[in-house]
């Protein structure tokens, strides 16, 4: 079976300059929304305090939770719904005693709902200055790891090729961001691991077109880079469309099966591999490109 | 490449054998004695998140256990420069630093001789002659300060290993974190509020006797009489059955603390049925408790944990043995905790909560069984893929990512790494990705075969060229994995640990065993044509 007929000839190239703008657009949207929405959405882990996953054994109601919660002066809590019969709690404040809040709440809703009407499934609580450690943490992660790609791609390739990842890689974290908070969906650890894995992933993708791009380079000296690059993609083609679908695929599976945890995970993800394959095709080697345009290689002057 | 196909089939049983023997204590519920006695019988660890628990990060506020310090310096000092008729004024501490001035500047030779002989931990931070008078501001050096500082944490961290150890939790882990920070995992905890009073209670326990000299009321109109301090305690109040809180005005002067212990255990009381904690002094503390209670006989002397006067009772009589009891408006519960803190010891300082995550065991059992149900899915919708669009090298390349599954798995258990909600995400995604590398072959071989190659020759051009390719892409994927591991915590981690062996394990199984299947049928069987 074939997906993609062998020998295509696509002139990726040629639409450099309509994926520059679409994706200048998209960075642009991301940017707004996350500017719109007053900076991103921190869930606790990084913005700090604590959140309580309760499981009722009936339906609950909102408000009655909100009112059970007033007693303790946390009825401006955020109550989300979260899966079948579940909410989630979430108490920015940090108060002095904030170690007891979830006991507090425990206690609240045991006096004005029943102590056997719900189960206590999960509480975290994340102190401010840990908040702030594990921010440092993540923003450093997510640079490291594009500095060291970049050491190794210069290292292995040419320099310019780095330039050509990183800024593809820059490009899918921005907009995957960027889905994120249009959607308003809560910044955390877990989603940092998902731009990292983005990261890898991407970069994987990219790298697949660069080998065959120096392979080609090599065989062709003569050639001129574009037409290079325009076959190096047609070439690698099928095998990038095929492994971003069986990824695709168990992504799926993981954002409908997972459970509610793993859920916005799986969401960035999708994002993600989606805008990560698009970039290793359209964002990618036309950097390389242009930055060829704009300082030729050594092996070319001579 | 070795050339040899028996020698790389033999490589790869030898290296299966061995991820499946360390997953048998996993696979196997009921291991022979003798493997759990000679062979490695470690389950793979499931993180707090899969079996639920409580975890917990703790900071010692070490600036507090040098307070406590300067503080006893500084009443020390007090009487040693009494007993050394040496004249002081206003001797006081503020945080670490102890402040006194010396109205005979001739006194400054002697006193600098007093600091040096007995106090070596201090020194003068501060000196100025102020009209005849010389005012001073000694500090604790700062080698020693760190030194007390590692101290306290060291301390604490074995205070509450003791504490977690007589509640009685399975399989606890208690490590330092950082310079003052201490990582508390306690796995299946049924009452995590009373495991982290446990924990988290100083349990500094101090005699002090009452000030029955002056009054309270007017004390808590701002008049604290010097060498007195306020406190606070709790009545049980009959008729409503409420606790109310009572103030209380004590001598400064701590007598004695909960470190001239010898033992704390609940018992009953005979008449009302309460329990209470029983103390037993050590023999200098005997020693101490029969000499304090004599000399006040018919003065209150009140108990105090952590600032809160437990009881006051009245002494009636000198008393001797050692023996002392705490009674108050326990639970059963709370006194037994509280007999537990006393026993194990008081905190050398207070520690915070940083962080706490507690996941109910139920919450644990639904993730597992949908972190199951998950790759099982996406696992199988893969498999399926690649069976329809490769055909035969399609079911190698299947093979190649179970046997992934089975290292990957191995792996985890041989290093004892801890499986997390995320980790399973991540062994979903290898799946997803292991599948790539076969992707990238199967693709070349189709490209030496439309440029008409016979088999032979383009199983080893595409196995040649992509794995070059292979080798780039997945080390850039390491390099995130890696900085995910290095800057990651808890769950996170356990995503990048199941990121990393699977891709390394891809590189084994996508590159090296499939080959030996192709190897084997263009070589010994010399078929004419491939199925993929």
Redesign the interface.
């Known amino acids: ?1 074939e ?1 993609i007929k ?1 020998g295509t000839k696509f002139d990726f190239v040629g639409k450099m300059k309509i994926a520059f703008g679409i994706s200048m657009a998209l960075i642009a949207v991301s940017i707004a929304s996350v500017l719109w929405h007053g900076g991103l959405n921190y869930g606790i882990d990084f913005a700090g305090g604590t959140i309580v ?1 309760i ?1 009722f054994k009936q339906e609950p109601a909102t408000e009655r939770i909100r009112a059970a919660l007033q007693p303790i002066g946390l009825e401006g809590s955020i109550i989300q719904q979260y899966g079948e019969n579940e909410v989630v709690v979430r108490v920015a404040e940090t108060l002095a005693d904030v ?1 007891q809040t ?2 507090k709440i ?1 206690a609240a809703l045991s006096s004005a709902l029943g102590a056997e009407s719900f ?9 401010p ?2 908040g702030q450690d ?1 921010t440092k ?2 923003l ?3 640079f ?2 594009w500095i ?2 970049l050491v ?2 210069a290292f ?1 390739f040419e320099f310019r090729y780095g330039v050509g990842g990183i800024l593809a890689l820059v490009h899918d974290t921005i907009i995957t961001v960027g889905a994120l908070s249009l959607l308003d969906k809560e910044f955390d ?2 989603i ?2 998902a731009l ?2 983005i ?3 991407s ?3 990219t ?2 077109v660069f ?2 791009i120096r ?1 080609n380079v090599r065989k062709n000296i003569k050639q001129d880079l574009a037409t290079v690059i325009n076959t190096s993609i047609n ?2 083609l ?2 990038t469309i ?2 971003s ?10 954002f ?4 509610a ?2 859920h916005d ?2 969401f960035a ?1 999708i994002v993600g591999i989606v805008v990560g394959t698009y970039s290793s095709i359209f964002i990618a080697s036309p950097v390389v490109l242009a930055w060829e345009r704009y300082r030729p290689s050594k092996i070319k002057r001579k | 490449m070795i050339k040899s196909i028996r020698i790389r089939v033999a490589i790869t049983v030898l290296i299966c054998l061995g991820a499946l023997f360390y997953l048998t204590p996993t696979l196997v519920p009921n291991l022979p004695d003798f493997w759990k006695k000679n062979l490695p019988s470690d389950r793979i660890h499931l993180g707090l ?1 899969l079996q639920g628990g409580m975890h917990l ?1 703790l ?1 010692v506020d070490t600036e507090k256990a040098l307070e406590g310090t300067a503080e006893r310096i500084a009443s020390d000092l007090k009487e040693t420069l009494m007993d050394k008729r040496i004249r002081f004024r206003n001797i006081e501490r503020t945080k670490t630093a102890i402040h006194l001035e010396l109205p005979d500047p001739a006194s400054r030779g002697a006193f600098d001789k007093i600091l040096k002989d007995s106090y070596p931990d201090m020194e003068v931070a501060k000196s100025e002659t102020r009209e005849g008078r010389e005012l001073l501001t000694l500090k604790i050096r700062d080698k020693r300060a760190e030194d007390m500082k590692k101290f306290a944490v060291e301390q604490s961290l074995e205070t509450i290993r003791n504490r977690i150890d007589q509640f009685g939790i399975t399989e606890p882990e208690i490590m330092p974190q950082g310079d003052d920070r201490i990582v508390v995992q306690l796995p299946g905890i049924k009452d ?2 009373r495991a ?1 009073n446990l924990i ?1 209670k100083t349990a500094l326990l101090e005699f002090k006797m009452l000030d029955e000299e002056h009054s309270v009321d007017e004390a808590l109109r701002g008049n604290v009489p010097e060498g007195s301090v306020l406190a606070r305690g709790y009545r049980l109040e009959p008729e409503t059955g409420r606790r109310v809180e009572v103030p209380y005005l004590l001598k400064s002067k701590t007598l004695m603390t909960g470190g001239a212990l010898e033992n704390a255990q609940v018992k009953i009381s005979d008449r009302f049925g309460e329990p209470y904690v029983a103390l037993k002094f050590n023999s200098q503390g005997a020693t101490d408790f029969e000499r304090i209670t004599g000399e006040n006989v018919k003065k209150r002397l009140a108990i105090v944990l952590d600032n809160v006067v437990h009881s006051a009772p009245v002494i009636q009589e000198k008393i001797s043995g050692g023996n002392a009891q705490i009674t108050g408006t326990f639970t059963m519960d709370e006194a037994k905790d509280l007999a537990i803190v006393l026993r194990a010891g008081a905190l050398p300082a207070p520690v ?9 065991p ?2 644990g059992q ?2 597992i069984s ?2 199951l ?2 790759v099982a ?3 199988f ?2 498999i399926l ?2 069976m ?3 055909r035969w090298s399609g079911v190698v390349a299947n093979s190649a990512v179970l046997l992934n599954m089975v290292l990957l798995m191995g792996t985890l258990a041989a290093f004892k790494a801890t499986l997390t ?2 980790g399973i ?1 991540g062994i ?2 290898v ?3 292991a ?2 590398a076969n ?2 072959i199967f ?1 070349r071989v ?2 030496e075969i ?1 440029n008409g190659k016979t088999p032979r020759l383009a199983v080893e051009a595409g196995y040649g ?1 992509a794995f ?2 292979i080798l ?13 591991f ?4 808890g ?2 981690k356990g ?2 640990v199941t ?1 990393t062996i699977g891709i390394i394990a891809s590189m084994f199984t996508a590159v090296f065993v499939t080959r030996i299947v192709f190897d084997h049928f263009v070589w010994n069987r010399k078929i004419g044509k491939i199925s993929i």
């Open positions: 079976m997906l062998a996953q499981k170690k979830s006991e425990q189960e206590i499934r999960r509480v975290e609580f994340v102190g200055k840990v594990l943490k993540a450093l992660a997510i490291f790891s060291g790609m190794y791609i292995r650890l877990t940092v691991a990292l894995t990261i890898g992933y970069i994987n993708d790298i697949i080998d065959r392979e070439e690698t099928s095998r095929l492994t679908l069986t990824v695709f695929i168990v992504l799926i599976a993981l409908f099966l997972g459970g945890v793993i995970f799986a993800l | 998140d990060v900071e995590p509020g982290k988290g915070i909560i940083l962080e706490e995550r507690t996941v109910g139920s919450l639904d993730s949908k972190g149900w998950s899915i996406g696992g919708l893969v893929f690649m329809v669009y490769y909600l995320p995400a979903i995604l799946i997803g990705m599948v790539d992707v990238l693709e189709r490209e439309r060229k070059l390719t780039d892409s997945n080390v850039t994927t390491l390099i995130a994995a890696l900085f995910l290095g800057f990651g915590t769950p996170v995503f990048a990121l």
